[in-house]
T-cell receptor, first 111, second 113 residues
Framework: EDKVVQSPLSLVVHEGDTVTLNCSYE??????LLWYKQEKKAPTFLFML????IEKKSGRLSSILDKKELFSILNITATQTGDSAIYLC???????????FGTGTRLTIIP | KAGVTQTPRYLIKTRGQQVTLSCSPI?????VSWYQQTPGQGLQFLFE???????NKGNFPGRFSGRQFSNSRSEMNVSTLELGDSALYLC????????????FGPGTRLTVT
């Protein structure tokens, strides 16, 4: 029903590489999709996507939502060691605040 | 603007005891949601409060309860603690409207022995 699937589960790349993280969701009552970065503490908000095809960008990070194919991607260009973290996506339905999270992608950047 | 604050940050309790966790949202935010994070289950929704009323509830037993005060601060209570309740408890605040982004506090790490 509210399932959120992230891939890959983990990713190891070298500093300077570009990475793409994936998040797919089921359509029922979907309102928006949120991306968070979690290091050894609480998740930090990155983006909220509601409309299909509109890219959101913050520095080296960008994200886009495809409501037809029911997925979102998070791109990180010119990766740095500080990007090492677990990246979580979550869906929010119409009518409530509840976020349903995926299991996350563990990203490791090797210097 | 101050972020979401949670107290205490760490807590060790014994099976059978009860515990109360506190969350102060970002100023102006009226919605507070609680989540449990464990290595096995990930982040799971517990409940959400808005204007002192519980609006949504996740699939947790009745031992988990909460409340919200008129200043939007929220507390979460877990009674009759079990070993499986050991987790990071996170609260998140938002404006509470249809487009609200949720911002998380630092969490309370609860260990039940």
């Amino acid at each position: 029903e509210d399932k959120v699937v992230q891939s890959p589960l983990s990713l190891v790349v070298h500093e300077g590489d570009t990475v793409t993280l994936n998040c797919s969701y089921e359509v029922t009552n979907f309102r928006s999709l949120l991306w968070y970065k979690q290091e050894k503490k609480a998740p930090t908000f990155l983006f909220m996507l509601t409309s299909s095809g509109i890219e959101k960008k913050s520095g080296r990070l960008s994200s886009i939502l495809d409501k037809k194919e029911l997925f979102s991607i998070l791109n990180i260009t010119a990766t740095q060691t500080g990007d090492s973290a677990i990246y979580l996506c979550a869906r929010r339905n119409f009518g409530n605040e509840k976020l349903t999270f995926g299991t996350g992608t563990r990203l490791t950047i090797i210097p | 603007k101050a972020g979401v604050t949670q107290t205490p940050r760490y807590l060790i309790k014994t099976r059978g005891q009860q515990v109360t966790l506190s969350c102060s949202p970002i100023s102006g935010h009226r919605s507070v949601s609680w989540y449990q994070q464990t290595p096995g289950q990930g982040l799971q929704f517990l409940f959400e409060y808005f204007s002192e009323t519980q609006r949504n509830k996740g699939n947790f037993p009745g031992r988990f309860s909460g409340r919200q005060f008129s200043n939007s601060r929220s507390e979460m209570n877990v009674s009759t603690l079990e070993l499986g309740d050991s987790a990071l408890y996170l609260c998140a605040s938002s404006l509470g409207g249809p487009a609200g982004e949720q911002y998380f506090g630092p969490g309370t790490r609860l260990t039940v022995t």
